[in-house]
């Protein structure tokens, strides 16, 4: 009964091909900082490597999100296989680099979702990405300002160590006006 159902959707396969993909780069995105959060662990960067293991929790929630998303309007979810993880990086700072281009990707990707559900008017799909596109802001500004403050603070000295120390006090506050 429930595939006879599942039939029934206004879930397009191209879209559903589509939010497939980025479950697969939600999932990638949660791989990658888990290793980032590794590196950081074995380089003595312990507040960077919690700030990357709540990331990498993060994205496996947005992956589940659009995950229970497919399968609530009766399309087919698809589990991801993920591999070829970077496991080793140059410097502390080419981790942040690193998540900061990740982050830019998967605002891209979800992006051109968008953009794909509104060439085939499909504006429920739009209407749930809405909550990602607002995330992207997040997680975009938290990146940056996370690798600014090798910029602000510097690397010599105890400077790494400093900025370890600032990365879990980085937040964002979409109301905050600066005033």
């Known amino acids: 009964m429930k595939d006879l159902l599942r039939r029934k959707t206004s879930l397009t396969e191209e879209i559903e091909t589509a939010l497939n993909e980025q479950i697969k780069r939600e999932a990638h995105s949660s791989a990658v900082y888990l290793a980032m959060g590794s590196w950081c662990d074995q380089h003595g960067f312990d507040n960077s490597a919690n700030f990357f293991y709540k990331q990498s929790s993060e994205e496996r929630g947005h992956m589940m999100r659009i995950f229970k998303y497919i399968l ?16 080793d990086y140059d ?23 968008v953009a794909k559900c509104y060439q085939m008017q499909d504006f429920t799909t739009v209407t749930f990405l809405q909550w990602f596109l607002e ?10 300002r996370a690798l600014e403050l090798f910029d602000t603070i510097g690397e010599e000295g105890v400077g790494r160590y400093m900025i370890d120390k600032q990365i879990p006090k980085i937040s964002y506050d979409k109301n905050e006006t600066g005033e």
């Open 135 to 144: 995330e992207q802001i997040e997680e975009e500004y938290i990146a940056r």
């Open 72 to 87: 609530d309007v009766g399309g087919n979810a698809v589990s991801p296989e993920i591999s070829g993880i970077q496991q």
């Open 91 to 113: 410097s502390f700072r080419s981790v942040f680099e690193h998540a900061l281009e990740q982050e830019i990707a998967i605002t891209q990707s979800i992006n051109r979702i």
